[in-house]
């Protein structure tokens, strides 16, 4: 009879990964996956660090070549490139932090270097698709009714639906953002939207007729007017609460599928297509770059790249000399 392999102790709790992680909550307001991803990181980091040197890690001690150890260790998991740079970007994000509060002198990542990553044009819907699956939810709502002891289909979530799809697609907003957005934040008259972004940076941007009207028609099923200071977008449970982020990307999932598209795109790939039209259609670079809230303007340039990629083709089948 085979025997299961015994499980490992618990990783101690560790006072500045806590106490690092609680600035990302407040201080620096990071959104719940930056919280996700850089919490995994630091406690992998432990467990790896108490299973091969047999003691928790003392950050303050810590060497270069106890990084490039875990550096191999990661190699050996079959983990991407991007996986890897993101663990490597959250463990140097948690030195600036350990030497700004005095717990470290120096950051040991420094001048580690990792494998380059290659270039993953993003993936978008075209026009057509975005339409089709603009609709998806209505779709739902006009299927034929089966008796079945499931829930009813609910009415509202579907037009919230439609709104949601319609405002990711007419503001490029990140899901953190849609799910952040208060009604006080939509401004009909001016179709504007305030945006909370990355880092508490906020920005304006414009919103579409369809979308504003799609919010309208949503809001006009609620039992009564969302407040001001009252989610854009509601869950359907009893207490009020914002749409999260795993609950649209299920039902994203369903209208896919409904406007026979692939289920396993997710909601960001509708920011994607949004950036895309925008650059097919000629608006310039910078601006896009400001409606995105990107930083830099490096990382709006990819979408340059998908552009391009789809002109070389839109040539070489068409022209006689190509």
Not at 12 to 39: C, E, G, M
Not at 136 to 141: D, E, F, S, T
Not at 236 to 241: D, E, F, G
Request: aromatic fraction near 8%; glycine fraction near 6%.
């Amino acid at each position: 009879m085979q025997t299961e392999p015994p499980a490992r102790p618990p990783v101690p709790a560790d006072k500045w990964i806590q106490k690092f992680l609680t600035h990302l909550a407040t201080d620096r307001d990071a959104s719940v996956y930056t919280q996700r991803n850089y919490r995994q990181t630091l406690l992998e980091f432990q467990a790896w660090n108490l299973e091969e040197r047999k003691r928790t890690p003392e950050w303050e001690k810590l060497e270069r070549d106890d990084f490039r150890g875990y550096l191999r260790f990661l190699g050996r998991q079959n983990l991407g490139r991007a996986a890897i740079a993101l663990r490597f970007s959250a463990l140097r994000t948690f030195y600036k932090f350990l030497i700004r509060h005095g717990a470290a002198q120096t950051s040991p990542i420094k001048n580690i270097l990792l494998p380059k990553a290659g270039r993953r044009l993003p993936q978008f819907l075209t026009v057509q698709q975005m339409e089709d699956l603009l609709v998806a939810p209505l779709k739902v709502l006009a299927a034929p009714k089966r008796k079945s002891a499931g829930r009813p289909i609910s009415v509202a979530a579907c037009f919230r639906d439609v709104a949601i799809l319609e405002t990711i697609y007419s503001c490029g907003l990140r899901i953190s953002e849609l799910c952040g957005l208060l009604v006080a934040d939509v401004d009909f008259p001016e179709r504007m939207v305030r945006v909370r972004g990355k880092g508490k940076k906020e920005r304006l941007v414009p919103i579409g007729g369809k979308a504003l009207e799609a919010i309208g028609n949503y809001w006009g099923l609620l039992p009564s007017a969302p407040g001001a200071a009252s989610p854009v977008f509601l869950s359907t449970k009893r207490v009020p609460t914002p749409i999260r982020g795993g609950v649209l990307a299920h039902r994203l999932k369903k209208y896919l599928a409904l406007a026979g598209l692939d289920p396993s795109l997710t909601p960001h790939k509708i920011r994607h297509s949004y950036a895309t039209h925008l650059l097919d259609a000629g608006a310039d670079l910078r601006s896009v770059q400001e409606l995105l809230g990107h930083a830099h303007l490096v990382t709006t340039q990819v979408y340059t790249h998908v552009t391009t990629e789809r002109l070389k083709k839109a040539y070489d089948s068409a022209h006689p000399r190509a």
